[in-house]
């Protein structure tokens, strides 16, 4: 049974694109992003809302609580699952999302401890780490590598080691070791949802300034109240973690809107980058393509066993 990967960066029109595929070829979703599991975490996350799905059934989405740590392999053993249970119901799963780690996590075999080991660096940044602060540390590598430190929790030193420790062994941040170019088997189809990068950002911008006229400020004010804070993993999130400042009174409202803005373009930025990797792909573009052409590739490429 072959199985539907629909990929590409945030506000790319994945989700839309899924439910039409879903709806066409009789699938299932599984979502594919870090955020969405966590539940009471709705507007940041861009959260499809139920009456939008189209009764098309999704899964991971609301199944871990914000004060709850969620792994790479956890996600990757229950997708697993999820997707083998579609498919002995003779279905197609659609994994959708920009998560791209996640999404790696059920394609290959993955491997977190390929990179070189270097004892001295790492004994030094545990010294350095008790003798100025582990703070410190995490702010060093958000600042080489900004990518892995948003998504280490900065309480999480031994991952801030290991993640500074690659960068001083190989000279290359750990992102950069890890996006090698990567065939997709002929058992998945993937569509990587591409846009021109002027009309993504202004999608990613409108996007922000519905979030907060839909109440993001309450739901981030609720979360806080709850007995979250900005250490918690959920909280790490962009949409989440730039309210820290705003409680603080260290910005206004506008110029926390203007950061959350920043933040996600420099993280579609990321995911581009990332599944540019990806080869054997179908390429689309949401706003301008049509639908039914892609939709005569999918019937072929199910087909061809």
């Known amino acids: 049974m072959k199985n539907i990967f629909v990929v590409g960066p945030t506000a790319s029109g994945k989700s839309s694109l899924a439910i039409d595929i879903a709806k066409n070829f009789d699938c299932e979703i599984i979502s594919c992003d870090s955020m969405q599991i966590y539940k009471k975490m709705n507007i940041g996350t861009a959260k499809i809302p139920a009456e939008e799905m189209k009764g098309v059934r999704h899964y991971m989405i609301d199944i871990v609580e914000p004060f709850e740590n969620f792994s790479v392999a956890e996600f990757s053993k229950t997708a697993k699952e999820i997707i083998n249970q579609i498919n002995n119901r003779n279905k197609s799963a659609i994994v959708c999302g920009g998560t791209g780690l996640y999404i790696d996590s059920i394609l290959y075999p993955l491997s977190f401890g390929k990179s070189k080991k270097n004892n001295e660096i790492r004994k030094e940044l545990e010294k350095e780490g008790r003798e100025q602060g582990y703070e410190n540390l995490y702010k060093k590598l958000y600042e080489i590598d900004r990518n892995s430190a948003e998504k280490i929790n900065r309480n999480d030193f031994k991952r801030v080691i290991r993640a500074l420790e690659i960068y001083y062994v190989s000279g290359k941040t750990k992102l950069h070791n890890e996006i090698i170019s990567k065939e997709v088997s002929a058992q998945n189809i993937m569509i990587r949802c591409n846009l021109e990068r002027s009309i993504l950002y202004e999608r990613i911008n409108n996007r922000v300034d519905k979030m907060f006229d839909a109440g993001l400020v309450e739901e981030v004010e609720n979360l806080i109240k ?17 309210f820290k400042n705003y409680f603080n009174g260290e910005c206004n409202l506008e110029q926390l809107k203007e950061k959350i803005k920043l933040d996600t373009r420099h993280y579609a930025k990321r995911q581009i980058t990332w599944f540019k990797k990806y080869q054997n792909v179908i390429d689309f573009n949401c706003l301008t393509e049509n639908f039914n052409d892609l939709k005569k590739i999918i019937e072929k490429k199910l087909a061809d066993d």
């Open 226 to 242: 709850s007995g979250l804070n900005f250490d918690n993993q959920s909280m790490q999130a962009i949409g989440y973690k730039e």
